[in-house]
């Protein structure tokens, strides 16, 4: 449901950097370390190994991880309070941006086996299921989806059949969706777990000379959370948070990853799709722009909420320590600076028309409803019954004293399938006297065959009746409810535990917010306390000053100059990539003049349509008469 008032801009939750340790190739080669991270200031500084040992260049953040930082560190900090904020029905993402072989699938993924090497999305799993177990009056479905864009096409990781691609829809109330992602319910770690091993498993990787392993895609997990439970009204509420985690591919440049064919095909249109991602930040940092190109890559359609939209966001940028890296490092620490000017608009998601619980809930009451029918049908047919063996036993001389019990719907179904044995056994008896003709066994025997005939449509309500029960379980089972043990060991010392660690993390925050303030306002403090008892006083200090300024002019100047080089590779790498692309469109059209008969190109042509929503061109199918 959409909101009745606009929700405010607010900035990116966090933009966080994290420096990676020197590697064992950066020490072989003896590169020089050219990265400072100051954790308590939250800043970064940047040393140019070309340039006078005083030309350092300064960026800050919401916080900063040097080479020693742990994986917890970067979670409970960063990370923590937006999966706080996803489980009250908010949208959120994170997302790892920087140089191939950074460590971003590192920072997103880690070694998921070891608690104190897991990334963010296992942290994050652990985080939502011991919520969940921990809640009181509450119910939740959970469930994930896993997608790749590779090549600018989309695939599902957890489909069979992951070679099959993807279009992009838009709704409005959906907004940007993929139409036909395979969604997976998943009821504790274990299983989320799974899904995450089976995409990881179909993502894309291949080798460059600067890493074995790296991503030839960008990969989004997503998990959604649906919140059932009685708000004040005494009516029930749904609430459904959305969370994306995305390990995008590295940015590279050609002449230094060494890549070739295929390889290089992959880097252009990864580089691509986070020029189109650029191109979208700077749109939004910059006031008079009034066009957003979130449509120049289905990369940035899927991030259009989380850039600019109904989302909170932690942007975590992946820098390397060395020389060798000195202008990707630069390029990295711009654009993370660029995207703190960021304003988004989240709001609670309340009540969607799309929420997957309600219809759960609405399932699960209409099939007990119709156990619960069934099951008094089942007690009134009890009830005749013994009153006819009541009947018979007073007839006979015996009498049965009947039970006064409530019987549940199986134990029914077990006396029913008991009792249809025991008639079975009198049809086998009455058959072997068959040969005694008398009046008293024809009418035994047509007892039994109506009997008999009852029992066949007790059967057959029997097997419905265990199909609906086991579809009932099936679909309860999905749906979790707080204060069962979802999670070991989620005792009142660990709650106590965590809200300690929180308070810490806040009262970190606080603190670093603070100094990067007064780091901010000692410059003019200083000048306001100044005074001078002689004129040379008064000289030397402006002098100081002076060359403070003329400093800061020489870093300006340079930054100038490391933006205009830096334009210059990127449109170079960019021309590059379309002398290849026209080269490879130059050999197609040899294919089609030489080796397709001209009619048949026109049938072609005349069938092209240009899809708007999706920008780009498509076939239509052949009408009947065609084909």
């Given amino acids: 449901a959409r909101s009745k008032t606009r929700p405010r801009l607010l900035p990116l939750d966090q933009v966080v950097v994290r420096c990676r340790p020197v590697n064992k190739k950066e020490e072989a080669m003896s590169h020089e370390k050219i990265v400072e991270v100051d954790i308590k200031l939250g800043q970064v500084r940047v040393h140019n190994p070309k340039g006078p040992g005083t030309l350092v260049k300064a960026f800050t953040f919401d916080a900063v991880y040097d080479m020693a930082s742990k994986q917890t560190d970067l979670y409970d900090y960063s990370c923590k309070p937006l999966i706080d904020s996803v489980l009250q029905g908010f949208n959120g993402t994170v997302f790892a941006y920087g140089q191939t072989g950074t460590g971003k699938t590192y920072t997103m993924q880690g070694l998921p086996m070891d608690p104190e090497r897991r990334g963010v999305i296992p942290n994050s799993f652990q985080h939502i299921f011991t919520h969940i177990s921990r809640s009181q009056n509450q119910q939740y479905l959970v469930r994930v989806s896993y997608l790749e864009i590779y090549q600018d096409e989309i695939r599902d990781l957890v489909c069979k059949d992951n070679n099959k691609k993807l279009e992009l829809k838009e709704n409005p109330e959906l907004g940007v969706y993929v139409k036909g992602l395979s969604s997976v319910v998943t009821k504790n770690i274990k299983e989320i777990e799974h899904v995450m091993n089976l995409g990881n498993q179909s993502r894309s990787v291949g080798f460059t000379k600067m890493n074995e392993r790296s991503s030839r895609s960008h990969a989004i997990f997503v998990v959604t959370i649906e919140c059932s439970e009685m708000g004040i009204d005494g009516e029930e509420h749904i609430r459904v948070g959305k969370l994306n985690m995305v390990d995008l591919a590295g940015s590279e440049r050609q002449s230094k990853t060494g890549v070739q064919g295929m390889r290089f095909k992959e880097a252009a249109k990864i580089n691509l799709s986070l020029c189109a991602l650029g191109n979208v930040i700077s749109a939004l940092v910059d006031g008079k722009s009034s066009h957003i190109p979130y449509r120049d890559s289905k990369l940035t359609r899927l991030l259009q909420d989380s850039l600019g939209g109904n989302s909170k966001t932690v942007m975590v940028a992946t820098i390397g320590p060395t020389s060798c890296h000195y202008e990707e490092t630069l390029t990295t620490l711009r654009f993370a600076n660029r995207a703190k000017n960021i304003k988004n608009r989240p709001k609670i998601n309340e009540d969607p028309k799309d929420a997957l ?271």
Wanted: proline share 2%; glycine share 2%.
């Fill in 357 to 627: 619980l309600r219809e759960f809930q609405e399932e699960i009451a209409r099939l007990k409803a119709q156990l619960e029918e069934r099951g008094m049908l089942a007690k009134e047919r009890r009830r005749r019954r013994n009153s006819m063996r009541m009947k018979r036993s007073v007839s006979t001389g015996e009498v049965e004293v009947p039970r006064n019990r409530e019987v549940d719907v199986v134990e029914m179904v077990e006396e029913e399938s008991a009792e249809e044995h025991w008639w079975k056994q009198q049809v086998g008896q009455m058959a072997k006297n068959a040969a005694n003709d008398s009046p008293e066994v024809r009418r035994k025997l047509g007892m039994v065959g109506e009997k008999a005939k009852t029992m066949e449509e007790l059967l057959g309500e029997q097997q419905t009746m265990e199909i609906m029960i086991e579809k009932y379980k099936a679909l309860e089972s999905k749906l979790l409810t707080g204060g069962k043990n979802i999670i070991d060991h989620t005792n009142e010392q660990q709650r106590m535990l965590e809200l300690k660690r929180q308070e810490i993390a806040e009262q970190d925050r606080q603190e670093r917010d603070m100094q990067q303030l007064m780091f901010e306002q000692d410059e003019e403090t200083i000048e306001l306390k100044e005074t001078f008892s002689t004129l040379q006083q008064e000289v030397d200090l402006k002098t100081k000053k002076l060359k403070k300024l003329y400093s800061k002019l020489q870093l300006v100047r340079a930054e100038i100059v490391d933006i205009s080089d830096e334009h210059v590779t990127t449109r170079q790498e960019l021309e590059q990539t379309l002398n290849e692309l026209t080269r490879e469109m130059k050999f197609k059209n040899l294919i089609i003049d030489n080796f397709i008969p001209p009619e048949e190109k026109n049938k072609i042509i005349n069938r092209l349509h240009y899809d708007s929503e999706e920008d780009q061109w498509k076939v239509l199918p052949l009408l009947p008469s065609e084909k």
